[in-house]
């Protein structure tokens, strides 16, 4: 396990992913009310959250395969909050 990866820093990263997806669902659900949502984008958020699972899965396979729980878990947070900061900067 590489020393900078802890049971403490994965579980900031994933309170962090959880506080920067509720932003985006705050961003989405305002746009919906407001009537700014689209269906293009009601589409891309589908296909973006199938394609992040698909990357999140083999990443958490490969790592599990080869360096173990710890970084597996590390792969998958940095997969789903590259995914939720694009969308937040795109929603914004």
Do not use: C, W
């Not at 919906?32 to 984008?41: K, V």
């Not at 360096?67 to 900067?89: K, M, Q």
């Amino acid at each position: 396990m590489p020393r900078h990866l802890s049971f403490f820093a994965l579980s900031l990263n994933a309170i962090n992913l959880a506080f920067e997806a509720q932003a985006v669902v705050g961003l989405r659900l305002a746009q919906l009310a407001t009537g700014q949502g689209s269906p293009r984008e009601n589409l891309r958020m589908v296909t973006e959250k199938a394609a992040a699972l698909t990357q999140a899965h083999q990443a958490a396979a490969m790592a599990l395969a080869t360096e173990g729980p710890i970084v597996a878990t590390d792969r998958v947070l940095r997969i789903y909050r590259r995914a939720v900061a694009a969308n937040r900067r795109r929603l914004s």
